[in-house]
């Protein structure tokens, strides 16, 4: 067989020159099959990649979003302590101008008591004897009584006062500790955050990085395979040329194990209608495997009647043809190589079709004939 020569004979000189290689078992065929598998996995790598730089993104910008949040709620905590600072003065002042106001007050009312207590040694008690009736020295007493009273009293009021101020004044600290408190959290969350955005960045720009490289990767990797193809291309019109014969000889049975016609090759009457049937109908299971009848080159392009369809040109003009299959063998591409025997598709009910079968057929330079001329 042709492309089993040309490699025979590829490897015989590379054998004589020494320089034998993975690269000189591979055909033009295969290296364009292994590039196309490259380039679909390079381009699936771009699509992840593509994927991986949005989530990248998204991270990033809803970290930004978090950090100026953040910085807001920050803004507004320091301008709540600036006020609660400004409030805790007041209360501080207040407190103080009380306890002065008492200590004064204090001081003044001592200061009396101390008059007081040297005129009554001197002259209270000229006074007492100097007024002239009882009622008088009782009402001077009460007035003394009532004087110790007041201050008593007055003295008193400033000390709950000078209390109630403390106590605000407390409260007006703890309240202030506890905005500076909540501040100082406020701002480790944010540098957590700011942290948390600068790794979010850095694996933004990582990910942009892996980007541009895998698509660097598909790029090149589809130059190859444009390449290659073209390679093929000319590999296979040069095949052609040289090999106008069909020279396998004998067709393989496509369908083992199934070998009941239930249509032959030629002049039939179908619903009523004569009708040129251009293969043989093989009744099988859908999903049953069909094979190469000999080796060649395939492309899918056939009428819509025959469904899915795979078509070997083997050399020479001739051509066999698979219908209505359920699919086509994955490994299969247009202008692949297959060999006889070699997996082509599945029996299926696809195009114009009743039933599960396989349509065979040959056709020699577009004309049908019967198979059996090949099958030996
Ligand atoms: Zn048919």
């Known amino acids: 067989m042709k492309r089993k020569r040309i490699a025979a004979a590829l490897c015989a000189a590379a054998l004589c ?3 034998f290689s993975a690269s000189f078992a591979e055909t033009p065929a295969e290296k364009v099959e292994r590039l196309r598998q490259e380039s679909a996995a390079a381009e699936e790598n771009v699509e992840a990649h593509e994927a991986a730089v949005q989530t990248a993104a998204n991270q990033k910008e809803a970290y930004t979003q978090k950090v100026q949040a953040i910085q807001q709620q920050i803004e507004i905590q320091k301008q709540l302590v600036t006020a609660q600072k400004e409030v805790l003065d007041e209360a501080c002042r207040a407190t103080a101008d009380k306890l002065l106001e008492t200590e004064r007050t204090r001081a003044l009312f001592e200061d009396r008591l101390v008059a007081m207590y040297i005129r009554h040694n001197n002259s209270d008690l000229a006074t007492l004897l100097s007024v002239s009736t ?3 020295a009782v009402r001077y007493i009460d007035n003394l009584r009532a004087i110790a009273q007041s201050d008593t009293e007055l003295l008193e009021t400033l000390r709950k006062q000078s209390e109630e101020l403390a106590a ?38 990582k990910e942009q990085a892996d980007l541009a490289a895998a698509q660097a990767t598909a790029t090149q990797t589809g130059e190859e395979l444009k390449k290659a193809e073209e390679e093929y291309a000319a590999w296979v019109a040069q095949n052609d040329n040289s090999s106008p014969e069909f020279t396998d000889g ?3 049975w496509p369908l083992p194990g199934y ?18 049937h251009r293969g043989i109908d093989l009744p099988a299971p859908q999903g049953t495997r069909i094979y190469a009848a000999a080796s060649g080159v395939v492309s899918f392009n056939a009428h819509s009647s025959y469904g899915n369809c795979v078509k070997i040109s083997h050399g020479g003009g001739l051509v066999t043809i698979y219908a209505h299959m359920t699919a086509h063998a994955e ?11 070699d997996l082509v598709g599945y029996v299926g009910n696809t195009g114009n079709s009743y039933g599960n079968h396989l349509h065979f057929e040959a056709d020699l330079n577009g004309q049908p004939v019967s198979v059996y001329n090949y099958l030996g």
């Open 168 to 205: 605000r004044q407390a409260e007006e600290e703890a309240a202030y500790q506890q905005l500076q408190a909540d501040q100082a959290a406020l701002e480790q969350q944010g540098a957590e955050l700011a942290d948390a955005l600068q790794k979010a960045e850095a694996a933004y720009s």
């Open 17 to 19: 020159i020494g320089m």
């Open 250 to 252: 004998v067709f393989q």
């Open 331 to 341: 490994s299969l591409y247009e202008g692949c190589t297959v060999q006889a025997g």
């Open 259 to 276: 070998t009941r016609v239930s249509s032959p090759f030629g002049w039939r009457t179908l619903n009523g209608k004569q009708d040129f």
């Open 134 to 136: 009882f009622a008088e």
